[in-house]
């Protein structure tokens, strides 16, 4: 949009803007440039600087940092297997949990929702992630854990013929395993439900209205329409939870016990890759420390792995699945 | 068969369908008001147990580390908290809105501009933890300017708020309409001008309303503090220091023995919540109101 | 066009919704009426579907009023549309032709804010009587839309079978009924052999014939066409105008168009509507050639609208 012709005779148009006008533009411009890929070059040095951290302890342990299962700060063995099955038993029952309960929760809001209330509801869905992940800790440990005990107590009683699930009535601790996975269900909950939201916004209506004219029942037509467009989506928005419950750190290190070993029971207290740095951080050296960060590097490339996926999904369900011609 | 026999002929089938219908649309609103549970029992005890804490010197005392006796106020987190938090903002919305702006002005859909976008959505994966690991590494480790610093805490922060700031600007400055742009550069405004007194005046609605969100997240994390700022008791001013926070102060006091200093963390909770509550209602209200304009 | 009777002598088990008794068609080619059969376009073949019994169904609509929130919409509309014939509605944009037709299988209530009230007779039963279970009716009353709709994320064969799985059609008596209702609109030769592919990968007048089929594989008694043809090209308009006049013979068909020309090529007889009114309801004839309305008169003669 900027003029440069220059007149007929040979000289510079008046319009023209000198080259020292040009200047705070080209500062601009460059500038800003600069500040986004010192961002990219920042992320990629702390990834390397924690690589170089996490040697010492990987280099000693090799592959049984992430698989043996013996972790042991007393005699500075450091086998991270606890690390890893508590991350992992944790995020499943977040997702067991959090999912079907996000993705109903955003089919009501969009579809079945009296459309006054949509507005106010989702806010109040949306605000369950405002709440500190350190509030969760604290309400969770005080009021949710204590509370749960005798349910928790019946339940694997009820249920001791399945192994790790059931079972183990005796052992029930008030900070375990399933109130970490429940705490991270709600956490999880309103990225799951937002996302799901946004993609069960983007059915056509089309489709919609054709699912109805056929004789659908509303469920019916959500179950033909809508469903299995939006399915990519959820499943990205799902895997994005996913990740938001690998990382989190305060509200589990306070709920699950901080016990370095795999627990029996779904209602025993464990250990996963973000609360044992937190718990162990303070007092740490050496390859104690070493363990830490290289335990903060498993954690960082599992969530990022999870998180490139999910963003796959989504963005397939986010492409309009147009008809060829 | 008449219409009225078809449809007779219909009913059992029909019935069942009905049947079903309604039990699914009674099952998703059940899992609704079972999502919202937790919220409203969270700021039910907040409330049932933090506002006794909030009395008497408990906004102008700071926590002691005392065995014994009063265990002190919030005062020292409080503060804390909103200095290493403003730093942080003035670090992460300037930074934030600049690669936005970067984005959404010159880079729009090169490769370079779509790396970066991608980058910055990595980034918002990232476990808080590890942004205070990355700093603790860069910065303690090598004790620049000094060990512990409640400014390295903030440097931590940032990097948590940058990603937010960064997508909500975007937004923001996409929704600024281009015809405004183009008109400015059609008589004769520099790019830069036109950035300044056009895009950035009309987007700043907004772009507040962003960084308000971002705010709010700042002040709740913990992690990334734990690595960087370490916390202490006394009040400080000084932001080359070990500085307190709220979300530091409740995390220390939850494993403590005394019943008194849980009490203490119910009221520092609340007192946390409050604030981000605020910003956040106030921030999603303000953006609602801003669309329907 | 095939008579019906020259059919085989199948009989058919309706195990589900709305038992009438039907009897399959063969193989068109095997039939003694030579019809086109290997072409890869073939024709329209209504006798697919076997013989239908009984009368035609015809529509009454009497004192129709239908709202948006506080707008009038419809202000009481008295129509007949006979059985198997094919009724058009013309009419200027907005003056409601499209409301008043989704009023007929009930889908207007459906906006939000909307309702309709009167009486939408289908062989003496009321649609809108109370009680009346709404999914019951749409089946009796099928609808083919503006822009062709498949379910994306469904194949053509379960684009087809998508109402009928609705009511649990069983695997057998479905697969039948969806290759009898594709053979019905001329797509089976293009089609049978990828029943798997997207309904999307189709062209637009193949879609829009999917959607047809979709549409009257459940067997409905009469068809809505809310301007079925306006998002294609002529050629593929000038097909789906031949099934229309293939439909007739099965359905009462009411087709909502703004092109006239349509209307004379394939209604019986035509509507008129302004601002939410019939003008005029006469032989598609009268209308365009001598209407008795002054208004039909500037409308067909292209003075306004």
């Known amino acids: 949009m900027e003029a440069g012709a220059s007149t007929v005779t040979g000289g510079r148009s008046l319009i023209e803007p000198s080259p020292a006008a040009?200047?705070?533009?080209?500062?601009?411009?460059?500038?800003?440039?600069?500040?986004?890929?010192?961002?990219?070059?920042?992320?990629?040095?702390?990834?390397?600087?924690?690589?170089?951290?996490?040697?010492?302890?990987?280099?000693?342990?090799?592959?049984?940092?992430?698989?043996?299962?013996?972790?042991?700060?007393?005699?500075?063995?450091?086998?991270g297997a606890p690390l890893v099955v508590g991350t992992l038993i944790t995020s499943a029952i977040a997702l067991l949990i959090g999912v079907p309960v996000a993705v109903a929760t955003a089919i009501y809001l969009t579809e079945l929702c009296p459309r006054r209330l949509r507005q106010p509801l989702s806010m109040l869905v949306d605000l369950l992630a405002a709440v500190p992940s350190v509030v969760y800790g604290?309400?969770?440990?005080?009021?949710?854990?204590?509370?749960?005990?005798?349910?928790?107590?019946?339940?694997?009683?009820?249920?001791?013929?399945?192994?790790?699930?059931?079972?183990?009535?005796?052992?029930?601790?008030?900070?375990?395993?399933?109130?970490?996975?429940?705490?991270?269900?709600?956490?999880?909950?309103?990225?799951?439900?937002?996302?799901?939201?946004?993609?069960?916004?983007?059915?056509?209506?089309?489709?919609?209205?054709?699912?109805?004219?056929?004789?659908?029942?509303?469920?019916?037509?959500?179950?033909m329409a809508v469903l299995p467009y939006a399915r990519p989506g959820i499943t990205g928005g799902a895997?994005?939870?996913?990740?938001?419950?690998?990382?989190?750190?305060?509200?589990?290190?306070?709920?699950?016990?901080?016990?370095?070993?795999?627990?029996?029971?779904?209602?025993?207290?464990?250990?996963?890759?973000?609360?044992?740095?937190?718990?162990?951080?303070?007092?740490?050296?050496?390859?104690?420390?070493s363990a830490l960060f290289a335990a903060g590097l498993v954690l960082f490339v599992l969530t990022l792995i999870v998180n490139i996926i999910a963003r796959g999904f989504v963005a397939r369900g986010h492409r309009a699945r147009v008809p060829r011609r | 068969m008449s219409a009225a026999e078809r449809i007779q002929a219909l009913a059992p089938v029909s019935g069942r369908r009905r049947y079903t219908d309604t039990m699914m649309r009674g099952l998703l609103l059940a899992a609704t008001i079972v999502a919202l549970i937790p919220l409203v029992l969270v700021i039910y005890y907040l409330i049932k147990r933090g506002v006794g804490s909030w009395g008497g010197s408990f906004f102008t005392s700071d926590p002691n580390g005392n065995f014994f006796g009063n265990p002190g106020g919030i005062r020292s987190a409080l503060l804390g908290s909103l200095e290493i938090v403003g730093l942080a903002t003035l670090i992460a919305i300037p930074i934030g809105v600049g690669v936005a702006l970067y984005l959404t002005e010159y880079g729009k859909q090169s490769l370079f501009a779509n790396v970066v976008r991608y980058f910055v959505d990595v980034m918002t994966g990232v476990p808080s933890i590890v942004f205070g690991l990355f700093i603790f590494i860069v910065l303690v480790l090598a004790h620049v300017g000094g060990n512990f610093t409640?400014?390295?805490?903030?440097?931590?922060?940032?990097?948590?708020?940058?990603?937010?700031?960064?997508?909500?600007?975007?937004?923001?400055?996409?929704?600024?309409?281009?015809?405004?742009?183009?008109?400015?550069?059609?008589?004769?405004?520099?790019?830069?001008?036109?950035?300044?007194?056009?895009?950035?005046?009309?987007?700043?609605?907004?772009?507040?309303?962003?960084?308000?969100?971002?705010?709010?997240?700042?002040?709740?994390?913990?992690?990334?503090?734990?690595?960087?700022?370490?916390?202490?008791?006394?009040?400080?001013?000084?932001?080359?220091?070990?500085?307190?926070?709220?979300?530091?102060?409740?995390?220390?006091?939850?494993?403590?023995?005394?019943?008194v200093v849980v009490d203490r963390a119910w009221g520092a909770a609340l007192a946390l919540v409050t604030l981000v509550l605020i910003l956040n209602v106030v921030a999603r209200v303000a953006s609602q109101r801003s669309r329907m304009a | 066009m095939i008579p019906p009777e020259t059919t085989s002598q199948e009989q058919v088990d309706m195990s589900t919704s709305g038992g009438r008794s039907e009897q399959t068609s063969g193989d068109p080619s095997e039939r003694s009426s030579g019809a086109p059969s290997e072409q890869s376009q073939a024709a329209p073949d209504m006798s697919a579907l076997g013989v239908r019994e009984g009368a035609g169904h015809a529509i009454k609509v009497a004192g129709l009023h239908a709202y948006y929130g506080q707008q009038h919409a419809i202000k009481?509309?008295?129509?007949?549309?006979?059985?198997?014939?094919?009724?058009?509605?013309?009419?200027?944009?907005?003056?409601?032709?499209?409301?008043?037709?989704?009023?007929?299988?009930?889908?207007?209530?459906?906006?939000?804010?909307?309702?309709?009230?009167?009486?939408?007779?289908?062989?003496?039963?009321?649609?809108?009587?109370?009680?009346?279970?709404?999914?019951?009716?749409?089946?009796?009353?099928?609808?083919?839309?503006q822009k062709p709709n498949p379910f994306p994320t469904m194949s053509i064969f379960n684009n087809v079978a998508a109402g009928l799985r609705l009511t649990g059609t069983k695997a057998d008596n479905l697969r039948e009924r969806v290759h009898r209702a594709l053979r019905a609109v001329g797509l089976w030769n293009e089609v049978k052999g990828r029943l798997d592919a997207p309904g999307i990968g189709l062209s637009g007048g193949q879609q829009q014939r999917l959607c047809i089929a979709r549409a009257i594989a459940v067997e409905p008694e009469v068809i809505l066409m809310d301007e079925p043809c306006s998002a294609l090209d002529p050629v593929a308009t000038l097909k789906i105008e031949e099934l229309i006049d293939e439909l007739k013979e099965r359905y009462t068909i009411v087709i909502v168009t703004h092109n006239m020309q349509q209307a004379a090529r394939v209604a019986n007889s035509t509507v008129f509507m302004l601002d939410g009114e019939v003008i005029e309801h006469a032989p598609t004839n009268t209308i365009f050639t001598t209407p008795h309305d002054e208004r039909t008169e500037r409308y067909v003669t292209g003075k306004f609208g």
Request: charged share 15%; hydrophobic share 50%.
């Open chain 1, 138 to 223: 604290l309400w969770g440990v005080f009021v949710l854990a204590p509370k749960l005990v005798p349910a928790e107590k019946w339940f694997a009683k009820t249920f001791s013929f399945i192994p790790f699930i059931g079972g183990g009535a005796s052992s029930v601790t008030p900070t375990n395993y399933f109130i970490a996975g429940l705490i991270l269900a709600i956490m999880i909950l309103p990225i799951v439900s937002a996302i799901a939201r946004e993609v069960i916004a983007t059915v056509p209506a089309d489709n919609k209205e054709a699912a109805l004219a056929l004789g659908a029942t509303r469920w019916e037509m959500i179950r």
């Open chain 2, 150 to 259: 409640a400014w390295k805490g903030s440097v931590a922060l940032s990097l948590l708020m940058l990603p937010i700031v960064v997508r909500s600007a975007e937004v923001v400055l996409l929704l600024v309409p281009s015809e405004l742009r183009e008109a400015a550069l059609a008589l004769g405004a520099p790019r830069w001008r036109v950035v300044f007194r056009v895009v950035l005046p009309t987007a700043l609605p907004g772009l507040v309303t962003g960084s308000l969100l971002a705010i709010a997240r700042g002040m709740g994390e913990t992690a990334p503090l734990l690595f960087t700022t370490a916390g202490a008791f006394g009040l400080t001013f000084s932001l080359s220091q070990q500085m307190n926070a709220l979300p530091l102060q409740i995390y220390n006091d939850i494993l403590s023995p005394r019943n």
């Open chain 3, 76 to 145: 009481g509309i008295n129509l007949d549309f006979p059985a198997n014939e094919v009724t058009a509605i013309i009419g200027p944009s907005g003056c409601g032709k499209s409301t008043m037709v989704r009023c007929i299988n009930r889908m207007h209530e459906e906006i939000p804010g909307a309702r309709a009230e009167g009486s939408v007779t289908l062989d003496d039963f009321d649609v809108y009587a109370p009680g009346v279970d709404v999914t019951s009716v749409r089946r009796l009353i099928g609808m083919v839309f």
């Open chain 1, 239 to 289: 895997m994005l939870g996913l990740g938001r419950a690998l990382g989190e750190t305060i509200a589990v290190v306070v709920v699950i016990g901080d016990a370095p070993a795999i627990g029996h029971h779904l209602f025993n207290q464990g250990y996963t890759l973000a609360s044992v740095i937190a718990n162990e951080f303070g007092e740490a050296t050496g390859i104690h420390r």
């Open chain 1, 22 to 79: 040009r200047l705070p533009d080209q500062v601009l411009r460059w500038g800003l440039l600069g500040l986004a890929g010192a961002i990219l070059v920042l992320i990629a040095y702390f990834f390397i600087r924690l690589i170089g951290q996490s040697g010492t302890a990987l280099d000693h342990f090799g592959l049984s940092f992430v698989f043996g299962n013996n972790w042991d700060v007393s005699r500075d063995i450091y086998h």
